[in-house]
């Protein structure tokens, strides 16, 4: 689900793939495209780290999820002043977003990550379940 202030984005993009290692290459090279065509330049200071966000998100999708969710689905949305994206995928856990690294090897690095990229630019990170606990979002808006 949508909230209603990323609902109201002007620019929309949803890309489906095969929960499998090209869709970490697939994801990142259509939000470069999508970017382009919206006009938010590739060089502007968080495009960078957004691609790496999202690529850590799909890389945590192919790892994590593929045997219950055999696809997942990438959102993009913009305007002038906000990107976001999501990952959806079917399975049912939900990462505790904002834990703490504990070095136990818990596999908690990637998502370190993401929320050190995000907030170290001012972004927000919310993880939504599906209404039927099967499957959740993985929602990150950065300003522009």
Excluded at 14 to 24: E, G, I, R
Aim: hydrophobic share 45%; net charge neutral; aromatic share 4%.
């Amino acid at each position: 689900m949508i909230s209603p202030r990323l609902e109201a984005l002007p620019h929309r993009h949803v890309l489906t793939l095969p929960t499998a290692p090209s869709a970490v290459r697939l994801s990142r090279q259509t939000a470069g495209r999508a970017l382009s065509e919206w006009g938010i330049s590739l060089r502007h200071p968080a495009v960078g780290p957004a691609l790496l966000i999202l690529g850590e998100l799909v890389t945590n999708s192919v790892r994590h999820a593929a045997l219950l969710s055999p696809e997942l689905t990438v959102i993009y949305a913009a305007d002038v002043d906000c990107l976001a994206f999501a990952v959806h995928d079917r399975h049912p856990y939900q990462p505790p977003l904002y834990a703490p690294v504990t070095g136990t090897g818990t596999g908690s690095g990637g998502l370190a990550t993401v929320m050190e990229l995000t907030l170290g630019l001012s972004g927000t990170a919310v993880v939504r379940g599906d209404a039927d606990g099967q499957g959740k979002s993985i929602w990150i808006t950065l300003p522009l």
